[in-house]
């Protein structure tokens, strides 16, 4: 029998996205699995952070209204046919990132017609309007199944953490602070436990695709 094939298709502003599928992978290859991760790249650098509180607070009104950022040409080898494809990124103002609309705008149909797709976000929260919004979007071009999606969110409470992600994202340092907000806002993004837990979600993400799951039946705790 030949190998299952899996593709990752991600976009990571801040990185949190890529460390955590950095682990996945781990996972993943403890299957007889082949993999071919595509991380996506903005024809025009975005910047992290962003630097000042009124581009962030720009980005933010623009995130909102879904606004799109063009991706640089993928690899060929993305448009094969695949076990299972993989759609990751954070959430943005409750849905995928710019750069992940951008990409399934323009390759959407060629990507992801006929194929099974799994989606994974890495989020501070508001991760089920996001998934609603890119399941719509998948399946309007043409996905044959859209999993239930892996979903880690930060594990910091609220509102300590939409107010350290904030300040993070206008340049300053929140969680390396000598007052009092360092309390709540320990660490931005996510934690050392959540990375060794998406190794094991790789594993059994591989164990499943190797036991010939359908998309339907993969299911993970949700959020992690």
């Known amino acids: 029998m030949s190998k299952k094939?899996?593709?990752?298709?991600?976009?990571?502003?801040?990185?949190?996205?890529?460390?955590l599928l950095k682990q996945l992978v781990a996972g993943l290859e403890k299957s007889d699995i082949d993999i071919f991760w595509e991380r996506l790249a903005p024809e025009q650098e975005l910047r992290f952070p962003i630097g000042t509180i009124p581009l962030t607070l720009l980005m933010m009104t623009q995130t909102f209204l879904k606004k799109r950022y063009p991706v640089k040409q993928l690899n060929s080898k993305v448009f094969d046919k695949w076990d299972l494809v993989i759609v990751?990124?954070?959430?943005?103002?409750?849905?995928?990132?710019?750069?992940?609309?951008?990409?399934?705008?323009?390759?959407?149909?060629?990507?992801?017609?006929?194929?099974?797709?799994?989606?994974?976000?890495?989020?501070?929260?508001?991760?089920?309007?996001?998934?609603?919004?890119?399941?719509?979007?998948?399946?309007?071009?043409?996905?044959?199944?859209?999993?239930?999606?892996?979903?880690?969110?930060?594990?910091?409470?609220?509102?300590?953490?939409?107010?350290?992600?904030?300040?993070?994202?206008?340049?300053?340092?929140?969680?390396?602070?000598?007052?009092?907000?360092?309390k709540y806002y320990p660490k931005y993004g996510h934690s050392r436990e959540q990375m060794e837990t998406a190794v094991e979600v790789g594993q059994k993400l591989g164990e499943y695709i190797i036991d010939g799951l359908q998309a339907e039946e993969i299911h993970f705790t949700t959020p992690v």
């Open 88 to 182: 990751a990124g954070p959430t943005w103002s409750y849905s995928p990132s710019g750069v992940i609309l951008s990409m399934l705008d323009r390759d959407g149909e060629a990507l992801i017609a006929g194929q099974d797709v799994l989606p994974f976000i890495s989020c501070r929260g508001y991760w089920r309007v996001h998934f609603w919004r890119l399941r719509t979007l998948l399946k309007k071009i043409g996905a044959r199944n859209v999993c239930d999606p892996i979903v880690f969110k930060h594990p910091t409470p609220e509102p300590w953490n939409t107010i350290g992600v904030f300040l993070k994202l206008a340049g300053q340092m929140p969680e390396r602070g000598k007052g009092w907000f360092r």
């Open 5 to 19: 094939r899996i593709l990752i298709l991600s976009y990571s502003h801040s990185n949190q996205t890529r460390n």
